[in-house]
């Protein structure tokens, strides 16, 4: 392993960064030359994970590279996808800069298969289904070419795909490729000065403004029970703070947002930036990938870091950055898991990061999947060894409280949520301590008042 940096850290209350100990450790960085392809990786701009399995999509090659992880933590080379069997259905059966791939529980690809105009659907083994093309519908625009650049399914066949410069959210297909409308349409953001000029202006004048339209997704991960994580970089900074850009988000099966929000920082990355080494924006995400235990973890591509939450909104750990040195990026696209190792695409460098977590992070994974297990006095126990490595951990204390809570000991969940300032957990250990004191001294109350 490399050793980590020391480059981890969280917020606190006051969205002041207090570092931390390492999460994760750079296991190796993969790149093109050693996968012995015969031509280098060119353009890479996806991962995807199925199993033990990893995919990239060289986009430029036209091709799709296989990969297996080893128990040993090595990625090994299985095979080059760079064709598929027609059937007779359909004379194209080579890709055309495909970016971005999805493969089903039933074992069923979908490729974007970008400048060819389609997502394709191969059974698994690579056998061709039919595909999913440019609607032919009275609310889709037409005008541009079709580009379709994401693609997502879910269980039973339906696909979300994102398309270039298509910003009314995902193109929802039917398992026959039959086009259902969009999906997922963003919030219209609007600067409000601008909303009162076009009120006041002459009708010439707002032809030449820009309409308010809705903002367009970057990327998106269906998770383990169906639900679509999707993460959009179309954003004024100054929306951030008052949650109105919403950078991340969990959409239902109506497409609205229902991502858990219950921290004191809304999940946007980093709370402070400056223009430091000429970075000064926002933290930009182009990838999601979600944990089994419902831990989602974003990349940066503006400060090259990754950024975790756990389902509640509360940022676990927040590591990396901008550079040549392993462990860090030059311009990071994908994001993707498989178990708990995390691996990071760099476009530019064309090489894959394995990071794998340390003791201190197994630690925070386990206190947080036995709270979701219902087992709060081994959740507790967790926390509590977690407080050992960081004493200064937020999370560890608001997770101690929630395990007392659930465990009726409310005098003590309430110290520990007052001491991180966790108010809506307070007031509701406050409301189970004050009704269990009343009915204790119940008695008494009713003496004094006689």
């Known amino acids: 392993l490399i050793l980590a940096k020391g480059d981890t850290y969280i917020y606190d209350h006051w969205a002041e960064i207090e570092k931390s100990p390492d999460v ?44 297996k992880y080893t128990q040993e933590k090595k990625l090994e080379l299985l095979r080059v996808i760079d064709h598929f069997n027609g059937n007779g259905k359909t004379n194209l059966t080579t890709f055309n800069k ?81 086009f259902q409308g969009f999906y997922g349409a963003t919030d219209v953001i609007f600067n409000f000065i601008d909303m009162i000029w076009k009120k006041l202006a002459t009708k010439a004048q707002r032809e030449q403004m820009d309409s308010f339209v809705p ?106 950055g901008r550079g040549s040195i392993d462990g860090y990026f030059n311009y990071p696209v994908s994001i993707e898991h498989i178990g708990k190792d995390l691996f990071v695409l760099d476009n530019m460098n064309a090489s894959i990061t394995v990071f794998t977590p340390t003791e201190y992070c197994s630690l925070i994974y386990k206190a947080i999947e036995q709270y979701s297990n219902g087992e709060y006095d081994d959740s507790a126990a967790s926390w509590e060894e977690v407080l050992k490595h960081n004493g200064n951990y937020d999370l560890a204390y608001i997770g101690l409280g929630k395990a007392y809570l659930r465990n009726d000991q409310y005098k003590e969940a ?17 409301q189970y301590y004050r009704k269990e004191w009343i009915e204790a001294h119940l008695g008494w109350i009713f003496a004094i008042i006689a």
């Open 215 to 320: 903002t367009e997704y970057s990327n998106a991960y269906m998770d383990k029970d169906g639900f679509i994580y999707a993460v959009t970089n179309s954003f004024e900074e100054w929306d951030l703070a008052s949650d109105v850009a919403k950078p991340i988000r969990r959409l239902n099966a109506l497409g609205k947002d229902i991502l858990v929000k219950n921290s004191y920082h809304y999940p946007i990355g980093d709370l402070k930036w400056g223009d430091a080494a000429g970075i000064k924006d926002p933290s930009n995400f182009t990838d999601i990938t979600v944990l089994d235990n419902d831990v989602y973890c974003t990349i940066d591509r503006t400060h090259g870091r990754i950024f975790a939450y756990d389902n509640q909104g509360y940022l676990l750990y927040a590591f990396g």
């Open 414 to 430: 309430m110290e520990c949520f007052k001491l991180k300032r966790a108010r809506r957990d307070y007031s509701k250990a406050f």
């Open 98 to 178: 495909p970016m971005d791939m999805f493969i089903n529980k039933d074992g069923s690809y979908f490729i974007a298969d970008t400048e060819n105009g389609r997502v394709v659907k191969l059974d698994k083994n690579l056998n061709y289904l039919l595909e999913f093309i440019e609607p032919d519908d009275p609310t889709y625009e037409k005008g541009s070419e079709f580009r379709p650049e994401k693609v997502v399914a879910d269980a039973k066949g339906r696909v979300y795909l994102l398309a270039r410069n298509i910003n009314k959210g995902f193109l929802k297909y039917e398992f026959d490729g039959s």
């Open 24 to 67: 994760y450790r750079v296991s190796h960085v993969l790149y093109s030359d050693d996968l012995n392809l015969g031509s280098s990786l060119k353009n890479p701009n996806s991962l995807f994970a199925y199993n033990d399995l990893l995919y990239i999509l060289d986009s430029d090659n036209n091709r799709i590279i296989e990969l």
